[in-house]
């Protein structure tokens, strides 16, 4: 195996809202291809920091490096950034007044400034990767909520992203339909996607996990591969958290 | 104006200002500031030179001149200045607005739950009124009022008479007298020691408040029934009849209002200018203080965003604005003072106790000259054809969408709690009154201020039927003077206090609401 | 719900649309809704007297023999169009024929667009003859309790003693009895059609409802029909017509005029061949050409209908000396300017490669754009140059591949042409001649008036909602401000200020009409009423729409476009119907500032003219009938398009 390059990189991220302090010195350093499960108590503030990986919240201290390039106030970079970092909400957020195929082919139209067929034949080979291609003209007040998850997925893969971020994909969604949803993540796992994935589901952070993360009140509290986090774990709190979920 | 802080050992990348999103975002936010205050600078300019071509004023000289007007009806129908012209125009405006909104309350209230009615005829002839009349403009109904009222048919030379003595025979009285000049009914006018038994009926009233509160507290002690209700309409009773009688102790008052009229009148300008703007910057102050102590964390003061420290900044700006203002312009100060000593020279003269009578008497209207139809006076209270026309207008019109705001709240609230209700086994008028009119209520106030305002603003259309409000009177006024610039930023001033005062009163009832929720 | 979200908001019951229940005898039915308790029968009565008190006074009062109903008759047209020439005036060419083609324009679309968007539905043939049966009843009953003679005197007399009037009322529900049972000439005519209608009505829905659904016929049918029976009425109804012979009113005996008459004839044969056209074209075509089609022509109705049928533009300069030569003059060097070397910029600021460089090529243009205010200029090329700025700053963000591009370089040569042209039009003097001052009066200066107000207020309705949602400060601050002071203020004092004051700012040489200063204060009156409508839509739109936008590298922009204002104005789409019928209604206070609107003429025209001096009450009613007719039945519409978007959301 060649030497991984590192694609994220933070140092001493912090973050305030209002007076409320959601992270509090983060560090870490992902580095490509790899796998890196969050987990964490509610409010630990593991949604807020995958949330400023694309600056969807801004960082207010310390730094954020993606695939070399710093998030900053600067437009280009953020463009840049943006249309490199695929991000699956816990909520879908799929766009309800247009029809499943639009859904996927409006950023590479209108970001990537692709030809419609073009973006069309690249849309419908990614609904069939995730598994639902007829159901392309359908609009998502229509789909299950697995369905909805795996047009996200597609949608979000549609920029051809290098790095993919998961906000609880599997939360809002009926237990029936989780499995759906985590194939189709490990499925993209194993093509070589690099992933940061925040979710309460154990068996996918054991089975496909590189890394895991575990934040408490705004830090990262412990990390480590699966086999050593959940065998294993050092910090008393970790201890806690693994024992109230498992 | 960037939130980026220097750490040693992390290099930060330089961003140059056209790509820098928090510096794009406030060079165009500036950059519009000045677009819009540059249209009004050559706006503005231009208008200097079109003003003294025109030879229009554009000074607020003709307040305090003769305006060379008189008025159809108001508490001065001859005003001498025109500051007085537009005063009476405003208090007929709100004349108007007030009997207009206790009205079409009622009204309203009456038509919404008629249209609930489960009887099938009250429910159509209710659903009949309201598509009828929201659905012609406000305009035409009040020139058809006008229409109407002017030519009521009747004898016009008498002007009317009530039935039972001759029509022309003086001193006789009716309850109700319509002619083509107006509307005449029966009603209380105050008399001599009105407000001192006003005053007995406040204290009446504050304490009631506690009676029932005392007797509710009493109830869900004792769990027997203890007449709330009844105990707190009787406290108020008892106080208006004492006061009915003793109401002369309450004369002390008047002294009292007469030493604040001569306090406003000792009082040099400068020391109002200086409270004000002391209580400006003791505001702009207090608010910073608070937002600060918002973003303070136990670690220490968090970091302020760049709107942080827009909102502080302006908060700042607004506060100095202010001293600047009071200290620039003595005649605001002056006004405060010179109308404060009015006020309290007003209300001393009514607390002046002359020769007795009662408080409170009731007139009913009369004919006291064949031909001479009350304006203003003891004899009933009188509609004029001018007044008639806008009151009816808008008191139909609004009680219409009332009637809809108080079906609205009243359905959305009925449908889940009423099972809720009768499943707690409570009789239906319980239901109403615990469960379904106190929830409906919250929900009905908010868009119920909403048709207040809009009534009190559909008022200048009186200006159609020539009823002396203060666009009418403002009108009137620009045409023998020429200041229509300042007259239509009087109108703005007036139209938007009122609207802020009830839409603050609205804000405040809601918040009240909120908190009780929590 | 938040209370002061939206606070005009009011819930629909359910029981409105709710299906029939099982049907009741008549006397279980009376007992059960009417008399059901001792309050319930004291509110009934109280209802009737109402409703007898009410009936018999109005019916006086439209068959009292001293009624000038004449007036409105004889001064139809001036209360639809004002003095539009209009016939036998030999000093001014008729030109009436103009507004006939409108009319018609207007009658095609929409009954192309009944075919288009398949309105209707399946109605019962039982529950249509339960209608007529109404209805029928309804006659009769107004027949019933009018009055037995015509100069009966109703109340409202000299004195009205509260008592007085309970008597009257009491009196009156004994003698209508009575004198309902010796009906005679027109009234018993009268009734005896209404009855006749009921009992046939009856008769039919009761022999119909045992086949229920099956017999069933389209509900387009029912306004057709309606329509075929007035345009039927109307060749054979004996009604006469009235019109001025030099000064006094003439009277014709005979059918109506058949200047009138036959326009609508065709008028109404064209509406049916066009749905017809129209369902033959979805059949064959498809709808979606239908419908873009139907789009585009809604949108130029407006324009093309006021500026270049009604008004007729001289773009000749040899007429008068005084026209504007539209091929040498100024409006095609302006096209040149702006549409074809505009054209060429904005195909090059749209390649995909050009990034940052767009940008500020873009913001330059605007700047440009912006600085053409300074300078003396025609308004023309300022307003062009602006719109240009605009399309110029899209260009990066909504330009995609080269058939995007070029449909983005189509749209700006296409709204370039049209507005330099619309804009030529509107300078060029109009060479139909009118005695008045303003070629627009009526009914149709308020139509023109309503409609382009909410239509020129809809884009700056959705800045300022934009602005006042917006996280910038300044935008916000400045959006609130325009919104809460013009919804505080009177919309008079608006007409006021524009009407008065506006040229005051203005420079020496601009000169407005009243019309379009009317218009300019409607835009901006309606656009703050607007923007709280669309306020209220976007606030709907969950933050994660944002979130997942951004995240896929949209543009705020883009973002705003694509995601955000569709979602919010399909949201708002029954408010803004009703924000539409309100805005018709405030037109009429033009009326106080002195334009020759449909109330004006009916206030203030007619009761002055010499014939027809004093009459008032008789104008008014008829035009607030046509006021309540459109509202109302615009309002019914929205009604129904709230519960199809409603089911939508579900």
């Known amino acids: 195996m060649t030497v991984k390059q590192d694609i994220i990189v933070c140092e001493g991220v912090k973050k305030w809202f209002g007076d409320f302090q959601a992270l509090k010195g983060v560090t870490t350093t992902v580095k490509e291809q790899e796998v890196v499960v969050v987990i964490g108590p509610s409010g630990s503030g593991k949604s807020t920091f995958i949330r400023t990986l694309n600056r969807l919240e801004v960082h207010q201290e310390g730094t954020i490096i993606i695939d070399g390039i710093e998030l900053t106030n600067d437009l280009k970079n953020i463009e840049k950034i943006r249309s490199e970092v695929g991000m699956v909400f816990q909520q879908f957020n799929l766009f309800p007044h247009l029809s499943v195929l639009q859904n996927v082919t409006l950023a590479p139209i209108w970001v990537r400034k692709k030809p419609k067929a073009e973006a069309e034949e690249l849309a419908m080979s990614l609904l069939e990767r995730v598994g639902i291609p007829e159901q392309a003209d359908k609009f998502p007040g229509q789909l299950s909520g697995g369905q909805q998850q795996r047009?996200?997925?597609?949608?979000?893969?549609?920029?051809?992203?290098?790095?993919?971020?998961?906000?609880?994909?599997?939360?809002?969604?009926?237990?029936?339909?989780?499995?759906?949803?985590?194939?189709?993540?490990?499925?993209?796992?194993?093509?070589?996607?690099?992933?940061?994935?925040?979710?309460?589901?154990?068996?996918?952070?054991?089975?496909?996990?590189?890394?895991?993360?575990?934040?408490?009140?705004?830090?990262?509290?412990?990390?480590?591969?699966?086999?050593?986090?959940?065998?294993?774990?050092?910090?008393?709190?970790?201890k806690l958290f693994l024992s109230q979920i498992l | 104006m960037t939130i980026q802080i220097d750490e040693p050992g992390l290099q930060h990348q330089r961003v140059p200002p056209w790509r820098n999103v928090t510096f794009l975002k406030w060079a165009a936010q500036v950059i519009f500031l000045a677009g819009i205050l540059a249209v009004f600078w050559i706006l503005g300019s231009q208008a200097g030179d079109n003003l003294e071509q025109r030879g229009i004023s554009v000074s607020f000289d003709f307040l305090a001149d003769p305006p060379g007007i008189a008025l159809a009806e108001g508490i001065d129908v001859r005003p001498d200045t025109g500051g007085r012209a537009l005063y009476t125009g405003i208090v007929n405006m709100l004349r108007v607005s007030v009997a207009g909104i206790f009205a079409a309350t009622i009204l309203g209230i009456i038509i919404g739950i008629a249209r609930l009615s489960s009887n099938w005829i009250v429910n159509k002839v209710a659903t009949v009124y309201i598509e009828i009349i929201r659905n012609i403009p406000l305009l035409v109904q009040i020139i058809a009022w006008g229409v109407i009222i002017t030519t009521v048919p009747g004898n016009l030379e008498l002007d009317s008479g009530p039935i039972g003595c001759a029509l022309a025979e003086p001193g006789c009285e009716a309850w109700l007298v319509v002619s083509n000049k107006g509307a005449s009914f029966a009603w209380f006018f105050p008399g001599d020691g009105f407000w001192q038994w006003l005053t007995f009926l406040m204290i009446g009233t504050g304490v009631s408040v506690w009676v029932y509160r005392w007797r509710m507290r009493l109830k869900e002690e004792l769990g027997d029934e203890t007449y709330a209700l009844t105990w707190g309409t009787l406290t108020v009773v008892v106080f208006a009849a004492i006061g009915w009688f003793v109401h002369p102790i309450m004369g002390f008052l008047g002294y009292l209002w007469g030493w604040m009229a001569d306090l406003f009148d000792a009082l040099p300008v400068w020391t109002v200018q200086t409270a004000l703007a002391l209580l400006a910057v003791f505001f702009a102050g207090m608010w910073i203080k608070g937002f600060l102590d918002d973003r303070r964390t136990p670690a220490g003061l968090a970091k302020l965003t760049d709107d942080d420290i827009f909102r502080i900044g302006s908060a700042a700006a607004a506060g100095l604005a202010g001293v600047l203002l009071f200290f620039s312009f003595a005649g605001i100060s002056d006004w405060i003072l010179n109308?404060?000593?009015?006020?309290?020279?007003?209300?001393?003269?009514?607390?002046?106790?002359?020769?007795?009578?009662?408080?409170?008497?009731?007139?009913?209207?009369?004919?006291?000259?064949?031909?001479?139809?009350?304006?203003?006076?003891?004899?009933?209270?009188?509609?004029?054809?001018?007044?008639?026309?806008?009151?009816?207008?808008?008191?139909?019109?609004?009680?219409?969408?009332?009637?809809?705001?108080?079906?609205?709240?009243?359905?959305?609230?009925?449908?889940?709690?009423?099972?809720?209700?009768?499943?707690?086994?409570?009789?239906?008028?319980?239901?109403?009154?615990?469960?379904?009119?106190?929830?409906?209520?919250?929900?009905?106030?908010?868009?119920?201020?909403?048709?207040?305002?809009?009534?009190?603003?559909?008022?200048?259309?009186?200006?159609?039927?020539?009823?002396?409000?203060?666009?009418?009177?403002?009108?009137?006024?620009?045409?023998?003077?020429?200041?229509?610039?300042?007259?239509?930023?009087?109108?703005?001033?007036?139209?938007?206090?009122?609207?802020?005062?009830?839409?603050?009163?609205?804000?405040w009832y809601n918040r009240r609401v909120a908190l009780v929720e929590r | 719900?938040?209370?002061?979200?939206?606070?005009?908001?009011?819930?629909?019951?359910?029981?409105?649309?709710?299906?029939?229940?099982?049907?009741?005898?008549?006397?279980?039915?009376?007992?059960?809704?009417?008399?059901?308790?001792?309050?319930?029968?004291?509110?009934?009565?109280?209802?009737?007297?109402?409703?007898?008190?009410?009936?018999?006074?109005?019916?006086?009062?439209?068959?009292?023999?001293?009624?000038?109903?004449?007036?409105?008759?004889?001064?139809?047209?001036?209360?639809?169009?004002?003095?539009?020439?209009?016939?036998?005036?030999?000093?001014?060419?008729?030109?009436?024929?103009?507004?006939?083609?409108?009319?018609?324009?207007?009658?095609?679309?929409?009954?192309?667009?009944?075919?288009?968007?398949?309105?209707?539905?399946?109605?019962?043939?039982?529950?249509?003859?339960?209608?007529?049966?109404?209805?029928?009843?309804?006659?009769?009953?107004?027949?019933?309790?009018?009055?037995?003679?015509?100069?009966?005197?109703?109340?409202?007399?000299?004195?009205?003693?509260?008592?007085?009037?309970?008597?009257?009322?009491?009196?009156?529900?004994?003698?209508?009895?009575?004198?309902?049972?010796?009906?005679?000439?027109?009234?018993?005519?009268?009734?005896?059609?209404?009855?006749?209608?009921?009992?046939?009505?009856?008769?039919?829905?009761?022999?119909?409802?045992?086949?229920?659904?099956?017999?069933?016929?389209?509900?387009?049918?029912?306004?057709?029909?309606?329509?075929?029976?007035?345009?039927?009425?109307?060749?054979?109804?004996?009604?006469?017509?009235?019109?001025?012979?030099?000064?006094?009113?003439?009277?014709e005996p005979g059918t109506i005029a058949a200047s009138t008459k036959v326009p609508w004839t065709l008028i109404a044969l064209a509406g049916v061949v066009a749905y017809f056209?129209?369902?033959?074209?979805?059949?064959?075509?498809?709808?979606?050409?239908?419908?873009?089609?139907?789009?585009?022509?809604?949108?130029?109705?407006?324009?093309?209908?006021?500026?270049?049928?009604?008004?007729?533009?001289?773009?000749?300069?040899?007429?008068?000396?005084?026209?504007?030569?539209?091929?040498?003059?100024?409006?095609?060097?302006?096209?040149?300017?702006?549409?074809?070397?505009?054209?060429?910029?904005?195909?090059?600021?749209?390649?995909?490669?050009?990034?940052?460089?767009?940008?500020?090529?873009?913001?330059?243009?605007?700047?440009?754009?912006?600085?053409?205010?300074?300078?003396?200029?025609?308004?023309?090329?300022?307003?062009?140059?602006?719109?240009?700025?605009?399309?110029?700053?899209?260009?990066?963000?909504?330009?995609?591949?080269?058939?995007?591009?070029?449909r983005y370089v189509g749209l700006w040569l296409a709204m370039a042409t049209l507005l330099v042209f619309f804009l030529g039009a509107i300078n060029a003097p109009g060479s139909v001649e009118v005695p008045g001052k303003s070629i627009l009066g009526g009914l149709l200066l308020t139509f023109v008036l309503a409609l382009t107000s909410i239509l020129l207020s809809f884009p700056i309705g959705l800045v300022m909602a934009l602005g006042r949602t917006s996280t910038m400060p300044i935008f916000r601050v400045i959006s609130t401000m325009y919104i809460e002071l013009v919804r505080g203020i009177p919309f008079i004092t608006i007409l006021i200020f524009f009407d008065l004051?506006?040229?005051?700012?203005?420079?020496?040489?601009?000169?407005?009409?009243?019309?379009?200063?009317?218009?300019?204060?409607?835009?901006?009156?309606?656009?703050?009423?607007?923007?709280?409508?669309?306020?209220?839509?976007?606030?709907?739109?969950?933050?994660?729409?944002?979130?997942?936008?951004?995240?896929?590298?949209?543009?705020?922009?883009?973002?705003?476009?694509?995601?955000?204002?569709?979602?919010?104005?399909?949201?708002?789409?029954?408010?803004?119907?009703?924000?539409?019928?309100?805005?018709?209604?405030?037109?009429?206070?033009?009326?106080?500032?002195?334009?020759?609107?449909?109330?004006?003429?009916?206030?203030?025209?007619?009761?002055?003219?010499?014939?027809?001096?004093?009459?008032?009450?008789?104008?008014?009613?008829?035009?607030?009938?046509?006021?309540?007719?459109?509202?109302?039945?615009?309002?019914?519409?929205?009604?129904?398009?709230e519960k199809k978007v409603g089911l939508g959301e579900r």
Do not use: C
């Open chain 3, 501 to 641: 004051i506006l040229v005051l700012f203005l420079p020496g040489n601009s000169e407005f009409d009243s019309v379009t200063l009317a218009i300019l204060g409607g835009t901006l009156f309606s656009a703050a009423y607007l923007a709280e409508n669309v306020r209220g839509g976007l606030q709907a739109i969950p933050k994660g729409q944002y979130e997942a936008a951004k995240a896929m590298g949209l543009s705020t922009l883009q973002l705003t476009v694509f995601i955000i204002l569709p979602q919010a104005l399909r949201a708002v789409i029954p408010s803004l119907v009703g924000q539409t019928i309100a805005i018709f209604k405030d037109t009429s206070l033009v009326a106080i500032i002195g334009l020759f609107d449909f109330l004006f003429i009916a206030d203030k025209v007619i009761p002055a003219q010499t014939i027809f001096l004093g009459i008032k009450l008789e104008n008014i009613v008829f035009i607030a009938g046509v006021y309540w007719i459109f509202t109302f039945s615009f309002s019914r519409a929205s009604l129904r398009l």
């Open chain 3, 1 to 251: 719900m938040e209370p002061d979200m939206n606070p005009g908001k009011v819930v629909l019951p359910d029981d409105e649309f709710a299906p029939e229940s099982p049907p009741l005898s008549p006397s279980m039915w009376m007992r059960e809704n009417l008399f059901s308790n001792k309050v319930n029968v004291v509110l009934t009565f109280t209802a009737l007297s109402i409703i007898a008190f009410a009936v018999r006074n109005m019916v006086a009062w439209i068959f009292a023999p001293n009624r000038g109903w004449e007036a409105v008759a004889t001064n139809l047209r001036l209360l639809m169009v004002q003095s539009y020439p209009a016939g036998p005036e030999p000093a001014i060419p008729d030109q009436f024929a103009r507004i006939w083609l409108s009319v018609g324009i207007v009658v095609v679309l929409a009954t192309l667009s009944l075919a288009a968007w398949r309105v209707g539905s399946r109605v019962a043939a039982t529950s249509f003859f339960k209608t007529v049966r109404t209805g029928g009843a309804v006659l009769a009953l107004f027949a019933f309790l009018g009055p037995p003679t015509q100069d009966y005197a109703f109340l409202g007399g000299v004195d009205i003693p509260v008592v007085g009037v309970l008597f009257r009322l009491l009196g009156s529900l004994v003698t209508f009895l009575v004198e309902a049972t010796l009906m005679t000439g027109g009234r018993l005519v009268v009734f005896a059609i209404g009855a006749a209608i009921a009992v046939a009505g009856h008769l039919a829905s009761q022999a119909t409802k045992a086949r229920g659904e099956e017999l069933s016929f389209h509900s387009l049918f029912i306004p057709a029909g309606a329509g075929a029976l007035v345009i039927l009425a109307l060749w054979v109804v004996p009604i006469g017509h009235y019109f001025f012979v030099e000064g006094a009113k003439g009277f």
């Open chain 2, 339 to 507: 109308s404060g000593r009015d006020l309290f020279s007003v209300m001393d003269s009514k607390f002046e106790f002359l020769e007795g009578g009662s408080p409170l008497a009731l007139s009913r209207p009369s004919i006291a000259q064949p031909g001479n139809f009350p304006n203003y006076g003891p004899t009933g209270l009188t509609m004029t054809k001018l007044f008639f026309p806008v009151f009816v207008g808008v008191t139909i019109y609004t009680a219409a969408f009332i009637a809809e705001v108080v079906r609205g709240g009243i359905l959305a609230i009925s449908k889940g709690q009423s099972e809720a209700g009768l499943a707690l086994g409570l009789r239906r008028n319980q239901l109403l009154r615990f469960i379904i009119l106190p929830q409906a209520f919250r929900i009905i106030l908010p868009p119920m201020g909403n048709q207040y305002l809009n009534l009190a603003k559909n008022t200048s259309l009186g200006i159609a039927v020539a009823y002396p409000e203060v666009v009418a009177v403002g009108q009137t006024l620009y045409n023998q003077t020429g200041a229509t610039i300042p007259i239509v930023l009087l109108w703005m001033l007036f139209y938007v206090s009122v609207s802020l005062f009830i839409s603050a009163i609205v804000n």
């Open chain 3, 277 to 406: 056209l129209g369902r033959v074209v979805v059949k064959f075509l498809g709808e979606k050409l239908l419908k873009f089609v139907l789009g585009l022509g809604w949108g130029l109705a407006l324009p093309v209908i006021v500026l270049l049928i009604i008004r007729d533009p001289d773009f000749n300069p040899e007429r008068d000396g005084g026209g504007i030569d539209f091929l040498t003059g100024t409006d095609v060097t302006i096209w040149l300017i702006f549409g074809v070397v505009g054209s060429v910029v904005i195909g090059f600021l749209s390649l995909p490669k050009l990034g940052e460089a767009g940008r500020a090529i873009a913001g330059l243009l605007m700047i440009g754009s912006l600085a053409m205010w300074a300078f003396p200029m025609l308004m023309r090329a300022r307003l062009i140059g602006f719109l240009f700025a605009l399309f110029a700053i899209g260009a990066q963000t909504f330009a995609g591949d080269s058939r995007a591009r070029a």
């Open chain 1, 151 to 238: 047009v996200a997925i597609a949608r979000s893969l549609a920029m051809e992203p290098r790095i993919m971020l998961f906000d609880e994909p599997t939360s809002a969604l009926d237990p029936e339909m989780i499995k759906e949803v985590l194939d189709v993540m490990k499925e993209l796992a194993l093509s070589g996607m690099t992933m940061i994935v925040v979710t309460h589901e154990m068996g996918f952070a054991k089975e496909v996990a590189d890394r895991v993360l575990f934040f408490d009140y705004g830090l990262v509290v412990e990390e480590g591969t699966p086999e050593h986090f959940f065998t294993n774990p050092q910090h008393d709190r970790t």
